[in-house]
């Protein structure tokens, strides 16, 4: 097999086959998506910043009132005629506009599912943080990078104390995470319903939005958070407009050093473990274990590596921005399979969500033996 590869390497560096390969009849269309897809790597960085530019100027929104012209446009987005002239050819290329009839733009393909998508358009404008920190690939894969801006804006993720954190500090990435927890709340939620639990704890539950979610689904289930203190400070506010009061409790502490705390029959995880390199997730899971009855159950909700159709989103963005951030890394589902095992959790089995791009699920059990040794 070796042997076969190392041909199959040389003919395809090589320049005088690439030009064959483009000219003959039967290989040139693979020869053709081949060259796009390299570029597409050179330019994925540009292409990004068209969306960046289309989100900043809510040019989706505009276009979801009706199709328009460039000078409406130009107009409407303060831009000169040239510039939206530009803009508007670019989106068009990437599928996020699409030229109608008289002059006229409308909404694309790509462009149509980002009209009132605050989750997306959020993480959209954060990803100008990543690109800072990998303005030099190379330099934060040797470790030369003093402080990255992710460290920055996800403080606890390189703080020896979270616990200490202050409401301000924590503000940013809180306000992140509740924009963006519409993207999986649903696809955990309808992969595995909670009717039949009594009592649900988000352990890194943030500002209680998969909570809240999990209250519209299961009339009846109670809720419990558990996070740092500034965050549940701000989950307060959340929770008290939402009419959660009474079926919300709040639980300040940091999973690294605090109990968690017990009663519910179900916990989760959601977009928690891979933020944490091994040990530390370890840690977790084992408390969470502890926290649950005989019988209880674990949703873990995280983009997974090796996932059929999304590799590149499991190891190569989360891979980096895990690294830029300063900690954690993207796990296959095996993987964390057997990191629930060693935790003490059993009757693993992974379920099928409808976008498993944006989210896998594990499902664990805390067995009659894992229970017994809670306290060890």
Request: glycine fraction near 10%; aromatic fraction near 6%; proline fraction near 5%.
């Amino acid at each position: 097999m070796d042997r076969w590869l190392a041909l199959r390497d040389r003919l395809l560096a090589s320049r005088s086959f690439q030009r064959r390969a483009a000219a003959f009849a039967p290989t040139a269309p693979i020869a053709h998506k081949r060259a796009g897809e390299l570029f597409d790597l050179v330019a994925g960085f540009v292409y990004s910043q068209v969306l960046l530019a289309c989100v900043q100027l809510r040019l989706f929104d505009a276009l979801a009132e009706g199709p328009q012209t460039l000078e409406a446009l130009s107009g409407r987005l303060a831009l000169p005629g040239e510039s939206t002239e530009r803009l508007m050819a670019a989106a068009v290329a990437l599928r996020l506009v699409e030229r109608r009839g008289d002059g006229r733009f409308g909404l694309g393909s790509l462009g149509a599912p980002m009209v009132g998508n605050t989750a997306i358009a959020a993480m959209v404008e954060h990803h100008a943080a990543l690109y800072a920190d990998l303005a030099d690939p190379v330099a934060l894969l040797r470790g030369q990078r003093a402080a990255s801006s992710l460290a920055r804006y996800w403080p606890y993720a390189d703080e020896a104390s979270p616990g200490e954190l202050s409401v301000a500090s924590v503000a940013g990435y809180s306000a992140l995470m509740s924009a963006s927890q519409p993207l999986v709340a649903d696809e955990i939620l309808d992969a595995y319903p909670l009717d039949g639990h009594r009592c649900l704890l988000d352990v890194g539950g943030g500002e209680g939005g998969f909570l809240a979610s999990a209250a519209l689904r299961a009339p009846a289930l109670q809720l419990m958070l558990f996070d740092l203190p500034a965050v549940v400070e701000r989950a307060r506010a959340r929770r008290d407009a939402a009419g959660l009061t009474h079926r919300m409790q709040l639980f300040g502490g940091s999973f690294l050093t605090d109990r968690l705390p017990e009663g519910a029959d179900v916990a989760s995880l959601v977009r928690v473990i891979h933020d944490h390199d091994d040990a530390t997730a370890l840690h977790i899971l084992r408390a969470v274990r502890r926290a649950l009855p005989a019988g209880g159950t674990l949703l873990l909700a995280e983009p997974m590596a090796g996932t059929p159709g999304a590799e590149a989103m499991g190891d190569a963005y989360f891979g980096f921005y895990l690294l830029a951030m300063g900690r954690g890394r993207p796990r296959s589902a095996a993987a964390l399979r057997s990191m629930l095992l060693a935790a003490g959790f059993d009757r693993v089995r992974q379920v099928k969500t409808r976008m498993p791009l944006q989210t896998g699920l594990l499902i664990a059990h805390v067995g009659i033996a894992s229970a017994a040794a809670k306290g060890v």
